[in-house]
């Protein structure tokens, strides 16, 4: 049975998901993406091969219709290219435009700046441990679905 400390922590995540969401707002807004397109960016930024759209999606905890239709927004952007899958008829893989790839490469500085701004507070051992600890309970969520 959760405590009240228990039902405050995922308040605490919530809110700091939302605040993550505002501040990010504006370090993207000059380029024409939102935090969670950038996510998709970062995400396709850190891979040399193209990744399904499943793929993608559950890497990043989205659902496919979710990742169709940022895929969609950032293909009109001609940040990201879509091609078809030869192992799977059915399905698309997608990777960075040379625009994305530039603009990842333009925008990475100033993310990572804020990052470490925000950071700065905690000690790298605390840095690891709030990873480590996001990153099982993102794992029992997983294996709940």
């Known amino acids: 049975m959760a405590d009240l400390t228990d039902r405050d922590f995922v308040s605490a995540i919530l809110h700091l998901a939302n605040l993550l969401n505002r501040r990010l707002g504006p370090i993207f807004e000059s380029a ?3 935090p969670q397109q950038w996510n998709v960016l970062l995400a396709l930024s ?8 499943a793929g993608l999606g559950r890497r990043l905890s989205v659902s496919k219709q979710n990742m169709t239709g940022m895929v969609g927004r950032l293909e009109q952007l001609n940040l990201v290219l879509r091609e078809g899958d030869p192992a799977d008829l059915r399905s698309s893989r997608v990777r960075l435009a040379r625009r994305g790839r530039n603009l990842v ?3 990475r500085p100033a993310y990572d700046a804020w990052i470490d701004e925000l950071t700065a507070g905690l000690t790298p051992v605390e840095r690891r441990s709030l990873v480590s600890a996001m990153t099982k309970i993102e794992e ?3 294996e709940e679905s």
Do not use: F, N, Q, S
Not at 46 to 53: A, F, N
């Open 32 to 34: 024409g993406v939102t």
């Open 46 to 53: 850190r891979g040399e091969d193209p990744v399904t759209l």
């Open 105 to 107: 490469e333009r925008l």
């Open 140 to 142: 029992a969520m997983r």
